[in-house]
């Protein structure tokens, strides 16, 4: 397959950039808004083609271990889901974490807690950048804003997984994937040979072939000590992701008064509110964060130090804003605007909130 | 008795390979086991073991470990393993199995982390028809966190959660999972085994080697439950709950094949 433009849903997209990434497996249970994955990858029958395995599992639980079973062979292997899904499936991705796995997770958030409701949300801002399931953990988590970065994001989580033997997840909003958007979809790279795979992961329970002693994939460590070196060479991996892969858009700050920071759908809903707030003569500028962990602290202190105040908008109560006040601190006024349950605000609600906050007549 | 002509015998006459009638197996390392003395867990990890040289399987197989006492399996076989989170064991070997259907890939678990947490990966991994074997140490009790009450702990067995016995009025009836997963039409092969006596060892072992092959030939899910003792769990020494098994658990959980459709009965 060649590169191709395509108009799909974001969700859509997930699935063809996976074919095309050359993954070997997905293993997912249905749950809206993301059944899409599933039902696209089911449909495009990948195991005719690339040979990648697609499989219906009988829970989130079960659709992590078997990300769980196929990382620790080595291969490339993700899962989606939707909040509640997700929140199913914390002890395993605790597990990746831990036994030191790659692997992609993508999280299309709806409206919670609980049962909660179909439509968008970034309510899980806290669960997917601060852990999620027991222990000392970090995800590398992308929040993509657009359908190509649905797609684009799907190469970039596994490559990343990869060079840091940690799992990634793309954490978007129920907008992103249900709408639809032009799309520039790669050109299909081949699978991995199992030559290759025993080249770039020689960690990898593959079978014992005589050469070699038995490759162990397990979390397990009964001795304080050790357990406490390996928690050290985790928290090591994850200064060097925080030093090297701090991803984030910015737009209009270099003259900005004001500062927005936003993430997914609801950076572009404020892109608009600051073209408004411009053409009434009120400078306002955007940061994105693209990486929601590592986040860009260094990068938000240093437009926000020339502002005047500095609003958070999500769908949520009130999430990223604790680490955009830590990138922040005390100098300059931070304010958060969210709305909740599945609302999602437009342009002239952000405008407003941006006006009240900071009392811009 | 001509005990000259034995002791006229050298050393190296004696221990000529004909004359060897037993032998460590290859792939059961040296380690120290942590099981308690009397656990019918080495006496299977000897049977996988012999199962998988005889196979030639030690390149191909791929072990999941519980969580529970099994779980550092991975300390005495050598071959590649994944400890697998609790009951999760059938899924991790589902995708290891369905992305290297060129390996074996098998999960060693016990009747608490298979038949309780792990009961929704054990029924869907065998309703699948997954090419794997699942091989289950019932010794009706969770023995690694200090002997508590597991679905096969039989009516009136006192366990830390069952002080006065279980009570089914309480607690339910003792789960006979080989029962259910037979009833699936994943499965090809079906057994309930014991290695208390010579005899029971030799079938369990004739067992697990039926059920290595059905993987390798992809006949379906091979499900292969062992019924064990848990002295330490049971409270009672290594004698005494072997015949406690035979006449309580027994009782309970008969010993046989209950599905084969790779080889069905000659009549």
Partial sequence: ?361 | MNLKYTCAMTREEIIKPENKVYTRPRLLNRNTMHYCPGCSHGVVHKLVAEVLDELGLDDKAVGVAPVGCAVFAYNYLDIDWVEAAHGRAPAVATAISRLRPDRVAFTYQGDGDLAAIGSAETIHACTRGENIVIIMINNGIYGMTGGQMSPCTLEGAKTATTPYGRRTDLNGFPLRVADVVALLDGTCFVTRQAVHTTGAVRKAKAALKKAFKNAIEKKGTSFVEVVSTCNSGWKMSPAKSNKWMEENMFAHYPLGDLKNTVEPEKK
Avoid at chain 1, 81 to 108: C, D, K, T
Avoid at chain 1, 343 to 348: D, K, T
């Fill in chain 1, 1 to 361: 397959m060649k590169e191709e433009v395509k108009l799909m849903k974001g969700n859509e997209a997930i699935a063809h950039a996976a074919i095309r990434y050359g993954a070997d497996g997905y293993f997912g249970y249905p749950i809206t808004p993301q059944s899409e994955v599933l039902e696209t990858l089911e449909a495009e029958m990948p195991w005719e083609t690339t040979g990648m395995v697609v499989l219906q599992a009988e829970s989130e639980v079960a659709s992590i271990n078997m990300v769980y079973g196929g990382a620790a062979a080595g291969k490339a292997v993700m899962t989606s889901s939707s909040s509640p899904g997700v929140s199913l499936m914390q002890e395993g991705i605790s597990y990746l974490a831990a036994s030191e796995l790659p692997a992609l997770i993508v999280n299309v958030m709806r409206g919670g807690p609980g049962l909660g409701t179909i439509q968008p949300s970034q309510a899980d801002y806290f669960q997917a950048t601060k852990g999620g399931g027991h222990g000392d953990y970090h995800l590398i988590v992308l929040a993509p804003s657009t359908v190509q970065e649905m797609a684009d994001f799907v190469g970039l989580g596994f490559d990343l997984a990869f060079k840091y033997r940690t799992p990634s997840m793309i954490l978007a909003d129920g907008v992103v994937g249900q709408m639809m958007e032009k799309v520039v979809l790669p050109p299909q790279r081949p699978r991995r040979t199992d030559e290759e795979l025993a080249a770039q992961c020689p960690w990898a329970v593959t079978g014992r072939p005589a050469s070699r002693k038995p490759n162990i994939i397990t979390s397990l460590e009964l001795d304080s000590a050790i357990m406490e070196k390996n928690n050290e060479r985790f928290q090591a991996t994850y200064r060097r992701i925080e030093e090297n892969e701090v991803r984030y858009e910015a737009r209009h700050t270099d003259d900005a008064e004001y500062l927005i920071v936003a993430f997914g759908s609801v950076a572009r809903i404020c892109q608009k509110a600051i073209d408004d707030a411009r053409a009434k003569g009120i400078k306002v500028g955007l940061i994105r964060p693209i990486t929601l962990w590592p986040f860009p602290y260094k990068e938000i202190a240093a437009v926000a130090k020339h502002t005047k105040g500095v609003l958070c908008v999500e769908l949520n109560a009130g999430q990223m804003i604790e680490d955009v006040r830590l990138a922040v601190g005390d100098g300059v006024p931070v304010r958060h605007f969210g709305r909740m349950g599945g609302i999602v605000p437009n342009p002239q609600e952000v405008l407003d909130a941006l006006e009240s906050d900071f009392n811009i007549k």
